[in-house]
Every structure is written in C-alpha cells, then in structure tokens.
C-alpha cells in the first residue's frame, strides 16, 4: 500500500509568518497555444519540504550534494500528540526501536489545525535538546514532523535544527502523518527538488507500508 504523505500546494494555502504565498500562473494555456504550462513561484521551504544541513550551517550541505539514498529509508511514526515535550527518556523508552530505523517521524496533532492560522501557534511536541541529540546518535538520516517546525515556531534560536544539520541529518517538516500514526512498518520516500545550491525544497513524501521480517531487521 502507498499513501501519500503531503500536502498539496495552492495559493491559498498557509506559509510560514513573513514568507510570500506561492504563486502558480499559466505560462501557457490549451485554447492558445494548444498544451499547459504553469509557471511557479515559491520559496524553497513550501508545504512540506526538507530542510538541508546548509539551511542553518555555513558548512552544510545542500540537498543537491546528497546522495538520493538520503532520502529514502525506513521509517517509525511516534504519536506525540498528548505531550508538548519530547524528552530522551521517552526516545529511550522505545526499546531500540529508533536504532533500527532511518527515520524518525512525530505525530504531533497539529496536521489537524492546517490550513488555518492555528497551524503556527506554539504548543506542538518538539525534542529538546538532549534528545535532539540522542536522535544523533542513532545514526538516523533524517527526523518528520506533521507542524510546522521541528522547533518552537517562538524560537530565535532553534537548537533542534541545528543539533540535527551538525549530525548531517535532513528535517522534514509540514508532513501528513495522521493517517499512519503509531506505525512502525513503513518505508518512506521523501524525494526534493534537485535544483542548485539548495538549503530546502518541497517534497512529494510517501509511504510504503508492508510488514519487515526479522531478517529484514537484522
């Protein structure tokens, strides 16, 4: 089974405060030139997308610097939604699970609040610190939230981010994960927009659910 995991983007849909709404235009139209065209217009971190290390990280690197393996892998859907902190004891808590995965992904509840203004008030779970870093070391590709941010949305900081670009890890944020809360058999494909230089970029996410045998996990 393949279920997509993203949201679709339009003009009316919610960006993050101070970023231009996405603009999508005909370039050319059916009854003149006798095919479609849409010309489009957004910024790199649109709906749901991934973050590069060089988001935040004078050093990092960009999504078109990394190999496509990155992108892809198997995933575990932790249902955070009645928490607002995710602390390293309840990571630990998951009996090694995280260890034996690709990626980690939080189901925080706020998928709901989209497309309204909701959808970037604070409140949704997000890892601190010593668990930001104990997702480090894991050894993960990349961390999935269903909010806006892997951060408070209130931060001028965001540790989060930058303890996961340090350990070379994408985020992937704005995710649909409602419909596979809880889950820990799939195998997700997160695939970005390969342009140049690129600190982020849409993604189309999905996943593939099938049971993993125990060689598999091996």
Same mark, same amino acid.
């Given at each position: ?15 993050? &405060? ?6 999508? *235009? ?13 010309? $489009? ?17 004078? /050093? ?10 990155? =992108? ?12 607002? /902190? ?13 260890? !034996?995965?690709? =990626? ?10 989209? &497309?309204?203004?909701? *959808?970037?008030?604070?409140? =949704? ?19 999935? /939230? ?16 930058? $303890? ?6 994408? $985020? $992937? ?10 889950? !820990? ?6 695939? &970005? ?18 049971? *993993? /045998? ?5």
């Amino acid at each position: 089974m393949i279920l997509d995991l993203t949201h679709t983007i339009s003009q009316e849909m919610p960006v993050y &405060p101070g970023a231009p709404t996405p603009r999508l *235009f005909p370039a050319a139209r059916l009854d003149q030139h006798g095919y479609r065209e849409t010309q $489009i217009s957004m910024v790199s971190h649109t709906g749901t997308h991934m973050d590069a290390p060089s988001h935040m990280l004078e /050093t990092g690197s960009t999504l078109d610097e990394l190999p496509v393996s990155q =992108f892809c892998g198997r995933a575990v859907v932790l249902d955070v939604s009645d928490r607002d /902190t995710i602390t390293v004891e309840y990571l630990k808590a998951q009996n090694g699970l995280l260890r !034996s995965v690709d =990626f980690v992904l939080f189901y925080t509840g706020w998928e709901k609040r989209w &497309p309204t203004n909701d *959808f970037f008030a604070d409140g =949704f779970a997000v890892p601190d610190e010593e668990a930001a870093k104990y997702l480090v070391s894991c050894g993960l590709k990349g961390v999935g /939230t269903d909010a806006i941010s892997i951060d408070r949305v209130s931060t001028e900081t965001f540790p989060a981010h930058k $303890i996961f670009m340090e350990g070379g890890m994408v $985020i $992937i944020e704005c995710m649909c994960l409602k419909k596979v809360a809880g889950r !820990s058999d799939l195998q997700l494909f997160a695939l &970005p927009l390969k342009y140049e230089n690129s600190d982020g970029a849409s993604v189309r996410a999905v996943a593939e659910i099938r049971d *993993f /045998t125990e060689k598999e996990m091996e």
